[in-house]
């Protein structure tokens, strides 16, 4: 956080941080075994599905030569990665302007729904239907963003009250939709029709749902960094992050700042909805469960305000989640134990004087810390 | 006329039945906000305490079965606050020793009690949805005699079916009061404000602004806990998975709208109460359910916003 003017000092931090996430991720995942210990019958057997489940098997026989196994369930690590990336980088930009956006998950089912809508009505072929749905996805995405930034600004309301009330709101919206207007009449359950192959994004990998979208990520997180880090606006949304008295005193434009980075945001949670929509699912069902914003919010903090680490953050949840779901498959664990290895990694992550004791006996934490203040060094000396 | 005074009555009744946990937990967010340390875990204590406070009284009957039955409600409501109070501990903790960003630490919260709530509903129940097949106890009722003359005032003051309100009901109305007491004419809430208000200030004042801060964290916990028990052993009779449905959020919004005064707070979460029973007696029209249930959700936001222009104005 604070080495936002000292490029030197960028370098060692990001070791340390690259230690203190291991500590946290290791701590958390110690919790986890302990309650699996207390819960399981075959607690080792459990941990192991949950640590490996996600990987594919490969198996080699004379008769057939290299086989892979489980090709399916590593598919389903990718396609969550890939929209674990968009969502942690739609909770990360609101972030790094100290805005705790919470609405990533209203802005996806919107979004989700534009893009589904779009591509059922305009049909054609495919170089018409994408960009036309992508477009309706980052509109509506953007939109729904800017609401919260405006009230805040406007009317100074609680960002987090408000996203969360908004979340509400846009999955009422969004069913209401599907149930009175894109209902499929001949399906089975309350559902908008299949989308038109046209409109679908191409698979990579057969019998999973991994798409093009893939190679979307990395531009996308590229995108989301050069905009910070390169732009007069991303200045703006870091300095009023990270010395918001500074940002005022010197003029800065504060509630544009404020403003544009939930909006942004909201743009990054529109290509989730679109992956979900138009890759994903084909159709959207009325029951889709809310909630994977707060995945996108873990995915944010363990990247540290750099959108550079969100795709290598998603990819480590989207295991442990997958690993989860193999858990309770193969053992006596339910799959909300990985919401409180979440939870602890959150806590973990964020306590920043929890681990500090770790390094500050090296000469380079002595020297941090004596940088900052030299009482607290002379304190804990005593 | 007396009909419509038993309309009246009636509503008042419901409004105060479905306000009472946001009262409580809106009051405790007030204590942790107004000492500093924004209290965002106010839904996932509410859950923990629902849960255990049902848990423990099944539990304690099973285990202990010496135990009058009559006790039971109240040995899991103590188990509920208390396990309120503990996650509240752990956010003191890892705010105040660990210098962890308390919002963030607070949704974490948020997290590990809706995750920790469904694990152990699976683990110990066997369902994933509700302890339905538990048969857990309620807090009792307490009935005011003597107006049964009086229809209206009767509905008033003991509820629709005249079984008198909850025990927890007259309790959030008593905690509302009792804490306006306490933040406005005690020392200790004097120190509490002013640790809120200016942090530096009150230190050089020699104020413990670190020990103040935990116990208003700890006093938030043993609100929302309250908050929880009620919506377990007194609005149902189960724990639902995620049954607090919002309502730590909407507490949240009601101390940002009662402009950080317990009063204040005390009408908002009054309005959000009245909010949803609103919305389930629009349930019975034929409104799609979707628009019935966006109401509370922009009654918040349209409070946050005339409060917003409000402040402005002055």
């Known amino acids: 956080m604070s080495s936002l003017f000292f490029d030197n000092a960028n370098a060692q931090s990001g070791r340390r941080e690259a230690l203190r996430l291991t500590i946290a991720i290791g701590a958390a995942l110690a919790i986890g075994f302990c309650i699996t210990l207390a819960v399981s019958d075959e607690p080792i057997r459990a941990y192991l599905a949950l640590l490996t489940g996600a990987l594919p098997e490969f198996e080699w026989s004379h008769a057939q030569g290299w086989q892979v196994h489980r090709i399916v369930r590593f598919g389903s690590v990718i396609e969550d990665a890939i929209t674990l990336s968009f969502l942690g980088l739609a909770i990360l930009i609101p972030f790094c302007a100290r805005q705790f956006s919470l609405g990533a998950d209203g802005q996806m089912f919107l979004s989700a729904l534009a893009a589904a809508a779009v591509?059922?009505?305009?049909?054609?072929?495919?170089?018409?239907?994408?960009?036309?749905a992508l477009l309706a996805a980052l509109t509506i995405g953007f939109l729904w963003g800017l609401i919260p930034g405006l009230l805040k600004a406007r009317f100074g309301a609680n960002e987090i009250v408000t996203t969360l009330m908004?979340?509400?709101?846009?999955?009422?919206i969004y069913r209401l939709i599907i149930t009175e207007v894109l209902r499929d009449p001949h399906a089975g359950m309350i559902a908008t029709p299949t989308l038109p192959d046209s409109a679908l994004i191409p698979?990579?990998?057969?019998?999973?749902?991994?798409?093009?979208?893939?190679?979307?990520?990395?531009?996308?997180?590229?995108?989301?960094?050069?905009?910070?880090?390169?732009?007069?606006?991303?200045?703006?949304?870091?300095?009023?992050?990270?010395?918001?008295?500074?940002?005022?005193?010197?003029?800065?434009?504060?509630?544009?700042?404020?403003?544009?980075?939930?909006?942004?945001?909201?743009?990054?949670?529109?290509?989730?909805?679109?992956?979900?929509s138009n890759a994903l699912l084909k159709r959207l069902p009325v029951d889709l469960t809310p909630g994977i914003g707060f995945d996108g919010l873990v995915v944010a903090l363990l990247a540290r305000n750099d959108p550079k680490n969100?795709?290598?953050?998603?990819?480590?949840?989207?295991?442990?989640?997958?690993?989860?779901?193999?858990?309770?498959?193969?053992?006596?664990?339910?799959?909300?134990?990985?919401?409180?290895?979440?939870?602890?990694?959150?806590?973990?992550?964020?306590?920043?004087?929890?681990?500090?004791?770790?390094?500050?006996v090296s000469p380079a934490g002595i020297w941090q810390r004596w940088r900052r203040t030299g009482k607290d060094v002379l304190e804990a000396r005593q | 006329m007396t009909l419509t005074a038993i309309f009246i009555a009636t509503l008042a009744a419901?409004?105060?039945?479905?306000?009472?946990?946001?009262?409580?937990?809106?009051?405790?967010g007030l204590v942790s906000d107004l000492a500093g340390a924004i209290n965002v875990a106010l839904e996932g204590l509410m859950l923990v305490a629902a849960f255990f406070a049902v848990i423990v009284s099944v539990y304690a009957g099973r285990w202990f079965p010496g135990l009058p039955p009559a006790l039971l409600p109240w040995i899991g409501c103590i188990a509920g606050v208390m396990s309120a109070m503990l996650m509240s501990a752990l956010l003191a903790f890892f705010h105040l020793e660990w210098r962890g960003e308390i919002i963030v630490c607070g949704i974490a919260l948020n997290l590990l009690a809706a995750g920790l709530t469904v694990f152990l509903l699976v683990t110990i129940v066997g369902d994933k949805g509700s302890t339905a097949s538990l048969n857990s106890p309620a807090l009792p009722t307490l009935h005011i005699p003597g107006f049964s003359s009086m229809?209206?005032?009767d509905t008033l003051l003991n509820g629709e079916s005249r079984q008198g309100h909850h025990v927890l009901c007259y309790a959030a109305l008593l905690a509302a009061f009792a804490l306006a007491t306490f933040l406005e004419r005690t020392r200790y809430g004097t120190w509490?404000?002013?640790?809120?208000?200016?942090?530096?200030?009150?230190?050089?004042?020699?104020i413990p602004v670190k020990r103040v801060q935990y116990v208003a964290l700890l006093l938030s916990g043993l609100l929302a806990g309250l908050g929880g028990v009620y919506l377990s052993m007194g609005y149902l009779t189960l724990f639902q998975a995620e049954m607090t449905s919002g309502r730590g959020f909407l507490a949240l919004a009601a101390v940002f709208l009662g402009a950080r005064g317990a009063w204040g707070t005390f009408a908002a979460a009054l309005l959000f109460g009245a909010s949803?029973?609103?919305?389930?007696?629009?349930?019975?029209?034929?409104?799609?359910?979707?628009?019935?249930?966006?109401?509370?959700?922009?009654?918040?936001?349209?409070?946050?916003?005339?409060?917003?222009?409000?402040?402005k104005l002055r």
């Open chain 2, 192 to 206: 509490i404000r002013a640790v809120g208000e200016n942090r530096e200030a009150a230190l050089t004042a020699g």
């Open chain 2, 151 to 153: 229809p209206a005032l």
């Open chain 1, 203 to 276: 698979i990579l990998v057969e019998r999973t749902n991994v798409s093009v979208m893939l190679f979307a990520v990395p531009f996308a997180a590229f995108a989301a960094w050069l905009f910070l880090m390169r732009t007069t606006w991303g200045y703006e949304i870091r300095v009023v992050g990270e010395a918001p008295d500074f940002a005022r005193q010197t003029g800065m434009p504060v509630a544009r700042a404020m403003i544009l980075s939930m909006a942004i945001g909201g743009l990054f949670a529109a290509l989730a909805g679109l992956h979900i």
């Open chain 2, 276 to 311: 949803t029973v609103l919305a389930t007696q629009l349930g019975a029209l034929h409104i799609p359910t979707q628009l019935v249930y966006m109401l509370p959700p922009l009654v918040t936001i349209t409070a946050l916003v005339i409060a917003g222009s409000r402040r």
């Open chain 1, 310 to 360: 969100v795709p290598l953050t998603a990819c480590l949840y989207a295991y442990l989640r997958v690993g989860a779901q193999a858990m309770e498959r193969t053992a006596d664990v339910s799959r909300e134990v990985v919401l409180v290895i979440q939870a602890f990694i959150i806590l973990f992550v964020v306590a920043e004087g929890l681990f500090a004791g770790w390094y500050c």
């Open chain 2, 14 to 28: 419901s409004i105060l039945r479905a306000a009472t946990p946001i009262i409580f937990a809106a009051l405790g």
């Open chain 1, 119 to 132: 591509s059922l009505w305009i049909g054609g072929p495919w170089y018409l239907v994408l960009p036309a």
């Open chain 1, 166 to 172: 908004l979340n509400l709101i846009a999955v009422q």
